[in-house]
């Protein structure tokens, strides 16, 4: 099992910036690729971001490109995400979500949700016009 605790949530202006921190612990984090999700009211949660175990490789949405950064630090277990040139249509409950273990060096990350196998709960970020 692994456990994802997310923070940094809050309400900032549009052009902001917010970042957000995901916590895991329990298994290897360097095993896992993470991602980060957000799902509106009234819409499907989707892809904003994911990086590799090593964290040698990201992606991103095409609508936060450029304004967000996913990275991560193996040695203290933690997943962030940087926004910045915050929209209001960003504001959405944050989701990161752990998928694995993956022990083969040629492993990828996923963009669906349902590659992923842990989920935290949410933090709420909303940007005001």
């Known amino acids: 099992q692994v456990q994802l605790v997310e923070s940094g949530g809050g309400l900032v202006q549009a052009g902001g910036s917010l970042s957000l921190s995901c916590a895991a612990s329990?298994?290897?984090?360097?095993?896992?690729?993470m991602g980060w999700f957000r799902q509106a009211p009234g819409k499907e949660r989707e892809f904003v971001a994911a990086?590799?175990?090593?964290?040698?490789?990201?992606g991103y949405a095409d609508s936060v490109k450029g304004r967000f950064t996913i990275s991560r630090d193996n040695a203290k277990n933690t997943v962030y995400l940087q926004m910045n040139s915050l929209k209001p249509e960003d504001t959405a409950v944050y989701y990161c979500?752990?998928?694995?273990?993956?022990?083969?060096?040629?492993?990828?990350?996923?963009?669906?949700?349902?590659?992923?196998?842990?989920w935290g709960q949410g933090t709420q970020v909303t940007v005001s016009s």
């Open positions: 979500a752990a998928d694995g273990p993956k022990f083969s060096s040629g492993s990828v990350y996923a963009r669906t949700a349902n590659a992923y196998d842990y």
């Open positions: 329990g298994r290897t984090f360097s095993n896992y690729h």
């Open positions: 990086v590799s175990k090593s964290g040698g490789s990201t």
